[in-house]
């Protein structure tokens, strides 16, 4: 079965500077796909941003980034020039062929003016 | 609708009553997961239904849990004999299929709260 870790409870940011929160997996797929989700204080899920494990690129979407190391089973998400609007729990996430959704415990992020 | 609906939004019981809680997904979707979320905690599998069969209800807590789905769409989440630690956010997510780059669009969660 699919697990995921993200071993930071919290992490604190100044604004415009760049942070990245971790996420490593475990499964035994040989294709898999790796998500990351936000949600802010209101309480919706937000997807942010996907990497399939055969794309030779690492994913790109406007300030986010995904440093994807297939090795080391890593997904960490980079963010860019934090903005306030920032601050949110993120969580990464993986789904599975014919078995449930599974998600990490997530990472709350604060950032700081 | 255009997204993933939940009902109700907010929903207020007494120990003991029993609750529904109602998830319209995307149409379309045929993975339909449900989730619990306790306040500024991670998210706690309940089932999972691809159509109308749940081939993962590994995490349904206890047998007060009960979750169907109908018509390939609408799914029902159901808790008898509520009780405090019932108390969370539901949330609900579809997807167009059970695989890899498969993305899970969530509703808004209906807040469940037992006095």
């Known amino acids: 079965a699919q697990k995921i870790t993200q071993t930071q409870p919290g992490m604190f940011v100044q604004e415009k500077e760049a942070v990245t929160l971790d996420c490593t997996y475990d499964?035994?797929?040989?294709?898999?796909?790796l998500f990351w989700y936000k949600q802010p204080s209101s309480g919706e899920m937000i997807f942010l941003i996907y990497?399939?494990?055969?794309?030779?690129q690492n994913a790109t979407e406007g300030r986010y980034s995904l440093n994807f190391q297939k090795a080391r089973k890593s997904a960490n998400l980079v963010i860019s020039a934090s903005q306030l609007g920032d601050s949110a729990m993120y969580f990464c996430?993986?789904?599975?062929?014919?078995?449930?959704?599974?998600f990490g415990p997530g990472t709350r992020l604060s950032v700081l003016p | 609708g255009a997204g993933v609906s939940q009902s109700p939004s907010n929903k207020v019981t007494e120990k003991g009553k029993d609750v529904e809680l109602r998830c319209d997904p995307i149409?379309?979707?045929?993975?339909l997961y449900w989730y619990r979320q306790s306040l500024g905690q991670g998210l706690e599998f309940l089932i999972y239904?691809?159509?109308?069969?749940?081939?993962?209800k590994s995490g349904l807590p206890s047998d007060r849990f009960s979750a169907e789905r109908t018509g390939g769409s609408v799914s029902t989440l159901t808790i008898q004999r509520t009780q405090q630690e019932d108390s969370a956010v539901y949330l609900c997510?579809?997807?167009?299929?059970?695989?890899?780059?498969?993305?899970?669009?969530f509703g808004q969660g209906t807040r469940l709260t037992v006095v």
């Open positions: 149409s379309g979707h045929t993975a």
């Open positions: 499964t035994s797929d040989q294709s898999y796909g």
């Open positions: 996430a993986m789904p599975s062929y014919g078995q449930n959704f599974v």
């Open positions: 990497q399939g494990s055969y794309d030779e």
């Open positions: 997510a579809s997807s167009p299929g059970a695989g890899m780059n498969t993305e899970a669009f």
């Open positions: 239904f691809q159509g109308n069969s749940a081939p993962d």
